[in-house]
């Protein structure tokens, strides 16, 4: 083949693919089914193309589409929000229980209901953006306007009843950002990227300068924005290779509550066996001076005292003797509720022994801790007003501790704070533990060696601050394996868990990077981003050019080679938008033939 026959078969395709980008294609079908889905518009979306000088969609259904963008976000926002909130889930229900008086995983329920309408407004939006990128105007209809409308409400009265109710769960919020804020930020930046194409096309088809000056202006300031973000961004999980510390001691939280009832020896059992350093519990005294084990002040929700002594259901714990708390049977609502919808996966010979436990004593509790060499800690509950060891309750406690168990008193971390300085003064060896946040002075003053804090005080300059002064930190209640990622990354010695026996298989924390390996990530996303939005700003302005300038020649031409009125949307969008492409190729093979014949 000859040099010419070469550049002609060369030009023809340059020119065929030239001719391929400015033709814009009918997509009928898939177009027919988006007007469907969106507006329920099956048979007129031909109808629904737009000018070049006209808007996206009329005033009302562009605040119909505000509307959509703005249930989106807050649908995503409480859903990310309650997603993270999943550590307090078992609290959340509780606290209905306390409030309703019968057990209902609300928690579940409430996930359930927000993915669904995340889901459903997710799809409405990526309908409405699809069309927008085949030029076509929105026509919402009524009908998901109002389920717009319902998720929205749904979002908000949610969010505002959660925040009034359980403001504290917001932190949760803030500390899940340290751990994801570098893959949200990924997320963010890919979403604006792939919204490059529909703002692009329909900008440059506006003739309104000031308008596609706001939308370029509005888009590119988000661009930048997200682009910037990781200049502020801290994460205790970006930190360099060999700075990492132990994983912090895993304290079982009354127990193990996901393998057994709360606060038995069974729980306690199973917590040893999941590889706990230590047990948690909370103490209370009985009537005839038994210390015993109970987190609630009364015994409805993990006894049944409703069968057995139903005019008694809301007394007070500690009003009861030992003998009466011995007769209840403090293991059949675990298998009957499922808190945290684990029984099921029990064996058969532990569903009934789970469901057979008793009300555990103090000495029964601290003689299993000290036989297996674990750490205890336990809140100490001061008898109501007229109890006969309301007095005496730290003395009788003591009691039991020196003269009826075989644990050593540097197992014990005691956290009380009444007469601590008498405590301590009677036992040097007990682990002086303060549950409150403290100065430093105040904290030394009083012979403390270690604070017991919720997570929600995580921060690592104050777990260096502590540890500066050999006062270690234990946070409660961490359960879910990012929480505890996020708690090892930032230096915490040990954390209260419910789920000891899920978060001992962590080898190590999760999503940990280098800050070399981040910067990479994070300017790879940018740099790529900001490429890819260059192209199709380019292309689209290039394209709508050239389409201006076919549309200008077929005007002015009079061989009737080309259309002699100035094409409308539907024109150009059709295939024959390109005849003067084409008729340009054809003219260029003709007079390069006699070239290849010669």
Partial sequence: MTYPAMASKFSQRLLGLRAKLLRRYEHGPFVRCLSGL???????????????????????????????????????????????????????????????????????????????FFTYVTVLMLLAVCLLSEGQKLHLHWSHK?????????????????????????????????????YLHLGGVLLMTSLAWPVALHVFRMNSSVRRGLIVGVYLSVLLTLYLVPLGLYSPCIKQKGTLGPAPALIGHRGAPMLAPENTLMSFEKAVEAGSDGLETDVA????????????????????????????????????????????????????????GTAGSLRQEERQRAGNQSVCSLQ?????????QKLVIFDLYRPPYGHPYSNSWIQRTLDVLYNVSSIQSS???????????????????????????????????????????????????????????????????????????????????????????????????????????????????????????????YFHRWREQKLAFCSDRE????????????PDMGDIWSVSSSNCQTEKMLNLATVMEPSRQS
């Fill in 285 to 340: 005294i009985s009537y005839d001076g038994v210390p015993f084990l109970m987190h609630d002040h009364n015994l409805q929700r993990t006894t049944n005292i409703q069968e057995v002594l139903p005019n008694r259901t809301g007394d007070s714990a500690a009003m009861f003797t030992w003998s009466e708390l011995e007769g209840l049977n403090a293991g059949s609502w675990f298998l009957s509720q499922n808190p945290f």
């Fill in 38 to 116: 969106y507006g329920c518009r099956w048979r007129r979306y031909e109808r629904s193309r737009g000018q070049p000088e006209d808007c996206c969609c009329s005033k009302l259904e562009g605040a119909s589409f505000a509307l959509l963008v703005a249930a989106f976000c807050l649908t995503l926002l409480f859903l990310y929000f309650w997603g993270q909130a999943e550590n307090d889930y078992n609290d959340f229900d509780w606290f209905n229980f306390g409030h309703l008086g019968f057990w209902f995983p609300w928690s579940v329920v409430l996930l359930v209901i927000s993915a669904g």
């Fill in 555 to 566: 005007v002015k031409q009079d061989n009737g080679s080309c259309r002699q009125n100035k």
């Fill in 411 to 537: 197992q014990v971390l005691w956290l009380p704070s009444d007469q601590r300085s008498w405590v301590h003064q009677s036992d040097p060896d007990l682990q002086q533990t303060s549950g409150t946040r403290l100065p430093l002075e105040e904290l030394q003053r009083n012979n403390i060696v270690r604070l017991n804090l919720p997570y929600s005080s995580m921060s690592a300059e104050l777990t260096r601050e502590y540890s500066a002064v050999n006062i270690s930190t234990n946070l409660y209640v961490i359960s879910q394996p990012w929480l505890y990622s996020l708690a090892w990354c930032t230096g915490v010695h040990s954390v209260t868990t419910n789920a000891p026996q899920l978060l001992r298989t962590l080898k190590s924390p999760l999503l940990l990077m280098s800050p070399e390996e981040y910067n990479l990530m994070w300017i790879l996303t940018d740099v790529l981003s900001f490429m890819l939005v260059v192209i199709i700003f």
């Fill in 146 to 182: 109002v389920g717009i409308l319902i998720s929205l409400i749904f979002s908000v009265a949610a969010t505002a009843v959660l925040s009034d109710l359980w403001g504290e769960e917001w932190t949760t919020l803030l500390l899940s950002f340290q751990v994801t804020a570098p």
């Fill in 364 to 372: 029964d509790f601290l003689q299993l801790a000290g036989q297996a």
